[in-house]
């Protein structure tokens, strides 16, 4: 049976504005798959890239297009050989169908208890920055006592990779605006400016040297990262493509036993070691006005979505 919902659409590529809600059929899950009533879903710059048509070449989508992954809500429905989540469920991770919805379908795989503890909106803001931090980190191996550059440590995958870095007795270097620097303290970090000239203030700061470096922000620092781990092989960007043309490496893909990342995570935020902040809360109406503010590029933690 097919459940009608409302969700954010985009029927052409475009600005913000080509965002609307409309109402969609939601059908069964099929085998592996639950149904999600969303109690929030999260933003990622990832989503006004696709909707603009930025990554159309390599992440085409079919029209009406729902955004969004990250989602965080209450199984509806599971499907015929899903026997571990059970409906009524508090749950969060990744959306098939598109999380900007009032329902979404999700792999069982990919989704992982909710703790009471944690509120819908940090739920629903953690799958992709946590999946694509420990995805980075299993690519570029660190000692406990080793130091790494987080350029754009400031914004979601840059908060959660920061404190995970910490976490593992990494020293982390993040680099953010001015305004962002006491922030950075605060999640462990010794912050210092993005930009040109990025190289010189991290040697200000660092003794023994840069081990490894993560591009977060796409804001053209990857050759002074490279220049400053002295081997591209230890340089990922997940934001700019053109990474494998210094040498360096660009983060794509899932990484494996994504239910059980997930389940760690959040077991982290329910601890507080990990926090993430939520920058704003959106009604799902104003999908619209979040894409934009994602798109200036100076949200400190994740923006969400809430369906009302």
């Known amino acids: 049976m097919k ?26 899950p099929g085998p592996g798959q639950v149904r999600i009533a969303v109690r929030a879903a999260g933003v990622n710059p990832i989503d006004w890239k696709i909707r603009s048509g930025a990554m159309a070449a390599v992440m085409p989508v079919r029209s009406p297009a729902v955004p969004g992954v990250d989602v965080a809500g209450v199984v ?36 992982a208890a909710k703790p009471a503890a944690v509120s819908w909106e940090v739920a629903a803001a953690l799958p992709v920055a946590a999946t694509t931090a420990y995805h980075v980190f299993a690519q570029l191996p660190l000692a406990r006592g080793e130091t790494i550059v987080i350029d754009g440590a400031a914004g979601g995958v840059g908060t959660v990779a920061t404190q995970v870095a910490r976490h593992r007795e990494i020293t982390v270097i993040g680099t953010a605006s001015p305004a962002n620097h006491d922030y950075l303290r605060s999640l462990g970090a010794i912050p210092v400016s993005h930009g040109a000239g990025l190289a010189d203030r991290v040697r200000a ?28 092989d230890r340089v990922i960007s997940i934001a700019d493509a053109s990474a494998q043309s210094l040498g360096a490496r660009f983060a794509y893909g899932e990484p494996e036993d994504m239910s059980g990342i997930l389940a760690e995570v959040i077991a982290l935020v329910a601890a507080g070691t990990i926090t993430l902040p939520i920058a704003r809360a959106y009604p799902l109406t104003d ?18 979505l809430v369906p009302v």
């Open 3 to 28: 459940r009608i919902c409302r969700a954010v659409m985009f029927f052409e590529y475009g600005e913000a504005e080509v965002l609307r809600v409309a109402e969609c059929e939601m059908p069964e």
């Open 287 to 304: 999908a619209a006005a979040a894409h934009r503010e994602s798109q200036a590029g100076h949200v400190r933690g994740k923006l969400v």
């Open 76 to 111: 509806e429905s599971v499907g015929p050989d899903v026997t571990d989540v059970a409906v009524g469920d508090e749950v969060f991770g990744k959306a098939l169908s598109g999380s900007y919805a009032e329902l979404a379908l999700a792999d069982r795989d990919a989704i």
């Open 205 to 232: 700061v660092v003794t023994g040297g840069v081990d490894a470096a993560v591009d977060a922000s796409g804001r053209a620092s990857l050759a002074e990262l490279v220049e400053l781990t002295g081997n591209p």
